[in-house]
C-alpha cells in the first residue's frame, strides 16, 4: 500500500507502473490529458506494443502521446531497474540518455537496448522512462519545491518471458547488495510517512521519519571531485526494491563502480542505509536537480517511483 506523507516537504511523485495483463499489453496514464489541457502542463498517456530479441539488442516497441510538443524530453531505458544504453535508429548511437525535442503529441517509438545477457526461461523487465521539459529549476526561496506542471518524471516497464538465449554485448552491470541497515524502530500505523526519503543530513531524516517538523529539507550540498554521501530511509514493504540515482535526470554512479544498490531491507519499522555518490566530471558548480528513481514489486505489479526532486548545490 502506498504510503502518503502529509508534511508539505516530502510529499513523494509516483511514477507510472506496470503490470502484466491478461492481453500482454501495458498501458499506463500519467496526468491526464483532459487536465493538462486546462492547466497546460505535462502529460503522457505510454503503451508498451512488443518485446522481443534481435542478434544484438532486445527491441521494445511502445506507442506514445505525451505533451507539452515543442519541448526538449530525456529517455531513458532500462533492464531490472538499472538504465541501459539504447538508441532509437537500429544502427543508432547507443547512450545512456537520448534527447528528443517533440513536435507533435503522438509518436511510435523503437527502442533498440544494448541489454545484458540472460537465459530460455527467464523472467526479464524492461522499460523506459520520460522527462518532461529537463531544463526547468526552480526559483531557489525559503521552501523551495519542484514544480510537476513545469517538469514531470514517468516510467513505464513490462515482464518478457524469455524464450531463446541472448548473449549481451555488454559486461553486466554492478548492483550494490550488501547494505548496511540500521532498524529505526519506527512503524507508520497511521500510514503519514512516505515509504522512501533520502538526504545528505541523517539527523533530518530521524525528524521526517518520526513525523517532527523539518526546519531544512531542500537544498543539499556536495563538493566537487569528492564523494556525496547520502543517507535514505525506507519501510520494509517492498523488498528487494532497485535503488539508482540521478543529477539533472542523469544516473551518477555509486562508489565501487556500482550502477544501483539494492534494497533488502524487510522489516516492517524503517531502516536506515547510506550511499556514497560519485559527482560526474561534467557536472559545474552550482545548483543541480536530484533525485533517486526506485523500481520495486509490490503485490505482484512492477513499477517505477521517484523521490522528490531536490536542489543539490555542488562547490
Excluded at 510529499?11 to 489541457?37: F, Q
Excluded at 523472467?123 to 521539459?133: D, H, K, M, R
Aim: hydrophobic share 35%; proline share 3%; glycine share 6%.
Amino acid at each position: 500500500m502506498k504510503k502518503i506523507m502529509v508534511s508539505i516537504l516530502m510529499i513523494m511523485v509516483v511514477l507510472s507502473g506496470c503490470s502484466v495483463k491478461k492481453d500482454n499489453i501495458d498501458k499506463v496514464v500519467e496526468n491526464p490529458k483532459e487536465d493538462a489541457v486546462e492547466s497546460h502542463g505535462p502529460f503522457i498517456e505510454s503503451e508498451i506494443k512488443d518485446i522481443k530479441i534481435l542478434k544484438d539488442s532486445v527491441v521494445l516497441s511502445a506507442d506514445i502521446s505525451m505533451g507539452p510538443i515543442n519541448t526538449k524530453y530525456y529517455f531513458h531505458a532500462y533492464q531490472n531497474g538499472v538504465p541501459i544504453e539504447f538508441s532509437f535508429d537500429k544502427d543508432g548511437d547507443k547512450r545512456i540518455t537520448q534527447e528528443i525535442t517533440l513536435t507533435k503529441e503522438k509518436n511510435s517509438y523503437t527502442f533498440y537496448m544494448n541489454a545484458g545477457s540472460f537465459k530460455k526461461g527467464d523472467t526479464v523487465n524492461f522499460g523506459y522512462g520520460v522527462v518532461v521539459n529537463p531544463d526547468y529549476f526552480p526559483e531557489i526561496i525559503e521552501f523551495t519545491r519542484f514544480d510537476i506542471m513545469k517538469s514531470n518524471v514517468s516510467a513505464i516497464c513490462r515482464d518478457f518471458n524469455v524464450d531463446k538465449d541472448f548473449i549481451g554485448n555488454q559486461s553486466d552491470k554492478k548492483i550494490l547488495d550488501d547494505l548496511e541497515w540500521t532498524d529505526m524502530k519506527v512503524t507508520d500505523d497511521k500510514n503519514i510517512i512516505s515509504s522512501y526519503a533520502l538526504d545528505t543530513n541523517e539527523k533530518i531524516l530521524e525528524q521526517v521519519v518520526r513525523n517532527e517538523p523539518v526546519n531544512d529539507l531542500m537544498v543539499m550540498h556536495a563538493k566537487k571531485g569528492k564523494l556525496f554521501k547520502i543517507f535514505f530511509v525506507k519501510d520494509g514493504l517492498d523488498a528487494n526494491a532497485i535503488i539508482t540515482f540521478y543529477i539533472d535526470h542523469k544516473p551518477v554512479m555509486i562508489k565501487g563502480d556500482y550502477v544501483a544498490g539494492k534494497l533488502d531491507y524487510t522489516n516492517e519499522t524503517f531502516g536506515m542505509t547510506s550511499f556514497e555518490l560519485e559527482i560526474p566530471q561534467d557536472v559545474k558548480e552550482g545548483n543541480h536537480t536530484f533525485y533517486a528513481m526506485i523500481f520495486t514489486n509490490s503485490n505482484n505489479r512492477n513499477h517505477y517511483e521517484n523521490t522528490e526532486p531536490r536542489v543539490l548545490e555542488v562547490e
